[in-house]
C-alpha cells in the first residue's frame, strides 16, 4: 500500500477488506484466537516519493509524512483492521520488509497503533511460535539485509534509517524505471517481460550499469565518509559465486536462503516467507518451506491473455498448542 498514484502497485482494497472481515468471522467464537501476519511490504515506503521528492536520507519526519499519506489513502482496510481488533483474543503482526524499513520508528508504530485503537498491533523482523519461523525474506538478500543490531544511523546529527545498499538503489537510481514503465514492472516473469519490451530492457541496462560504475564503484571512494554509500562487497562476491549475477531470478535464490535459514534456526520444522514474487511449496532435510507470493497487481506474461497473479496466502491452523493444519491457499471474494 502506497498512497494510491502510479507508483502504488495495490489495487485490491476490496479483497482484502472482504479478507479481513471473513477473518473476522471466523473469530467470533470465544474459544477462537487469530493471529493475522501481514509479512513484511505491507507499505510501500520505498517507492513513495516525499513531497515530490525521493530522498536518501531517511528522517523520522519523512517516514511519518509517508505514514500519514498511507493512513488517509487506505482509511477502509484500517477501519476492517479495527474491527478485526475489537476481539481481543486477535492479533495482528507488522513484519518488516525491504519496502517498509520505515515502521522500525518506534513513533511510525504507535501512530499505526493509534490509528486501530489497539495494543493488540505487534512490530517484528520474524514471528515464531513452537516449531514455526516466519520472516519477509529480505535478511538472507544481500541486496535488501539490514543490520537488525543498528537500524538507525547519524547523518549530521540528525538519526537516518539504516538502510541496505538495495533500499538506495530503488529509491536513487531504478525508480526512474518505474516512473516511466509502471505497468511494465508489473510484468512476471522479469526475463520475459524485458525481452517484450526493447525500451523497457534498454533503459533496464543502462540504469544497471550506471549505478554499478557511480553508485557500486566510485561514490564509495569519494564518499567514503557517508555511512549510506559504503556497499557489502564480501556479500555480494558470495552471492556472485552462489547465483551469479542474476538478481532477479526469484526461483534460484530461494533454495539457497532457504538453506541458510535452517542452519539459523536448527529447532524449526516449519518456514514461510514472502519477498520472492513466487508461489512456492517445497520439502527440504524434512522441513517445510511456503512462499506466499504477494498482493500487489502483477500478471504471469507466460498466459495468453496475460493472467493476473491470484491472490494469496498461508493459512495454519492450531489445536491445543498442536499444528494440525498448514497450507498455501487462494483467496477469492465472492461479494465483490
Same mark, same amino acid.
Given at each position: 500500500?502506497?498512497?494510491?498514484?502510479?507508483?502504488?502497485?495495490?489495487?485490491?482494497?476490496?479483497?482484502?477488506?472482504?479478507?479481513?472481515?471473513? /477473518?473476522?468471522?471466523?473469530? %467470533?467464537?470465544?474459544?477462537?484466537? =487469530?493471529?493475522? !501476519? &501481514?509479512?513484511?511490504?505491507? *507499505? @510501500?515506503? #520505498?517507492?513513495?516519493?516525499?513531497?515530490?521528492?525521493?530522498?536518501?536520507?531517511?528522517?523520522?519526519?519523512?517516514?511519518?509524512?509517508?505514514?500519514?499519506?498511507?493512513?488517509?489513502?487506505?482509511?477502509?482496510?484500517?477501519?476492517? /483492521?479495527?474491527?478485526?481488533? %475489537?476481539?481481543?483474543?486477535?492479533? =495482528?503482526?507488522? !513484519? &518488516?520488509?525491504?519496502?517498509? *524499513? @520505515?515502521? #522500525?520508528?518506534?513513533?511510525?508504530?504507535?501512530?499505526?497503533?493509534?490509528?486501530?485503537?489497539?495494543?493488540?498491533?505487534?512490530?517484528?523482523?520474524?514471528?515464531?511460535?513452537?516449531?514455526?519461523?516466519?520472516?519477509?525474506?529480505? /535478511?538472507?538478500?544481500?541486496?535488501?539485509?539490514?543490520?537488525?543490531?543498528?537500524?538507525?544511523?547519524?547523518?549530521?546529527?540528525?538519526?537516518?534509517?539504516?538502510?541496505?545498499?538495495?533500499?538506495?538503489?530503488?529509491?536513487?537510481?531504478?525508480?526512474?524505471?518505474?516512473?516511466?514503465?509502471?505497468?511494465?514492472?508489473?510484468?512476471?516473469?522479469?526475463?520475459?517481460?524485458?525481452?517484450?519490451?526493447?525500451?523497457?530492457?534498454?533503459?533496464?541496462?543502462?540504469?544497471?550499469?550506471?549505478?554499478?560504475?557511480?553508485?557500486?564503484?566510485?561514490?564509495?571512494?569519494?564518499?567514503?565518509?557517508?555511512?549510506?554509500?559504503?556497499?557489502?562487497?564480501?556479500?555480494?562476491?558470495?552471492?556472485?559465486?552462489?547465483?551469479?549475477?542474476?538478481?532477479?531470478?526469484?526461483?534460484?535464490?530461494?533454495?539457497?536462503?532457504?538453506?541458510?535459514?535452517?542452519?539459523?534456526?536448527?529447532?524449526?520444522?516449519?518456514?514461510?516467507?514472502?519477498?520472492?514474487?513466487?508461489?512456492?511449496?517445497?520439502?527440504?532435510?524434512?522441513?517445510?518451506?511456503?512462499?506466499?507470493?504477494?498482493?500487489?497487481?502483477?500478471?504471469?506474461?507466460?498466459?495468453?491473455?496475460?493472467?493476473?497473479?491470484?491472490?494469496?496466502?498461508?493459512?495454519?491452523?492450531?489445536?491445543?498448542?498442536?499444528?494440525?493444519?498448514?497450507?498455501?491457499?487462494?483467496?477469492?471474494?465472492?461479494?465483490?
Amino acid at each position: 500500500m502506497g498512497k494510491k498514484d502510479k507508483m502504488d502497485d495495490f489495487h485490491d482494497e476490496k479483497a482484502l477488506i472482504n479478507f479481513i472481515d471473513d /477473518l473476522n468471522e471466523l473469530g %467470533k467464537t470465544e474459544e477462537s484466537q =487469530i493471529v493475522l !501476519i &501481514f509479512n513484511g511490504d505491507t *507499505f @510501500d515506503f #520505498l517507492k513513495m516519493d516525499y513531497k515530490g521528492e525521493y530522498p536518501r536520507y531517511i528522517s523520522e519526519e519523512i517516514s511519518a509524512w509517508k505514514t500519514d499519506k498511507i493512513l488517509q489513502s487506505y482509511e477502509k482496510i484500517f477501519a476492517a /483492521l479495527k474491527d478485526f481488533l %475489537k476481539n481481543k483474543n486477535n492479533t =495482528i503482526h507488522f !513484519i &518488516f520488509g525491504n519496502h517498509d *524499513f @520505515d515502521l #522500525l520508528w518506534p513513533s511510525i508504530q504507535k501512530k499505526i497503533r493509534q490509528k486501530l485503537v489497539s495494543k493488540q498491533t505487534f512490530f517484528s523482523f520474524t514471528y515464531e511460535t513452537h516449531d514455526l519461523h516466519i520472516e519477509h525474506g529480505n /535478511l538472507n538478500d544481500i541486496i535488501y539485509s539490514i543490520d537488525t543490531e543498528k537500524i538507525f544511523v547519524n547523518h549530521k546529527n540528525k538519526p537516518i534509517l539504516n538502510l541496505p545498499f538495495g533500499a538506495y538503489a530503488v529509491s536513487q537510481s531504478f525508480i526512474e524505471l518505474k516512473k516511466r514503465f509502471s505497468n511494465d514492472e508489473r510484468l512476471y516473469p522479469r526475463k520475459e517481460a524485458l525481452n517484450r519490451n526493447k525500451d523497457f530492457k534498454k533503459m533496464s541496462r543502462r540504469l544497471f550499469w550506471k549505478f554499478t560504475i557511480i553508485d557500486l564503484l566510485l561514490k564509495p571512494l569519494y564518499k567514503f565518509r557517508d555511512k549510506t554509500h559504503r556497499v557489502p562487497y564480501l556479500k555480494i562476491i558470495k552471492h556472485v559465486l552462489h547465483n551469479g549475477i542474476t538478481i532477479v531470478n526469484d526461483h534460484k535464490m530461494i533454495e539457497n536462503s532457504f538453506k541458510k535459514l535452517i542452519k539459523e534456526h536448527p529447532d524449526k520444522k516449519t518456514f514461510i516467507l514472502g519477498h520472492a514474487h513466487v508461489y512456492s511449496s517445497f520439502e527440504y532435510k524434512n522441513r517445510l518451506c511456503l512462499i506466499t507470493d504477494t498482493w500487489r497487481e502483477e500478471y504471469d506474461i507466460t498466459t495468453e491473455p496475460h493472467k493476473r497473479k491470484p491472490k494469496t496466502y498461508a493459512h495454519i491452523l492450531y489445536e491445543n498448542d498442536q499444528m494440525v493444519e498448514i497450507g498455501l491457499k487462494e483467496y477469492h471474494p465472492t461479494n465483490i
